[in-house]
């Protein structure tokens, strides 16, 4: 559990900083964050489940900030177009 934690700290902490950068050089790194952040929100799933939903809240609370990590990415690459 203490490792799931740590992985998602780091990609939110990771997305966070590609989201707020002011130029993105490398667009393919900022999909793969995507995809590393859509891949934590299902492994968060996946562990709430087996916990049978009960992490004190902080499960939810980690769901939601990995939601809101995946739209803030998906908004920044929205916004290469412009």
């Known amino acids: 559990m203490k ?3 740590a992985i998602l700290t ?8 590609v989201v707020s950068a002011q130029r993105v050089h490398d667009w393919r790194d900022l999909d793969a964050v995507h995809r590393h952040i859509t891949e ?3 492994e968060m799933e996946r562990a709430r ?5 009960d992490m004190d809240g ?3 609370r980690a769901e939601e900030h990995l ?3 995946e739209r803030e990415v998906n908004l920044a690459i929205n916004a290469r177009a412009h």
């Open 67 to 69: 939601r809101a990590a």
């Open 49 to 53: 489940a087996a916990n049978h939903y």
């Open 58 to 60: 902080h499960g939810v």
């Open 3 to 5: 490792k799931l934690v």
């Open 40 to 42: 934590a929100i299902s």
């Open 10 to 17: 780091l990609v939110l902490a990771f997305g966070a900083g």
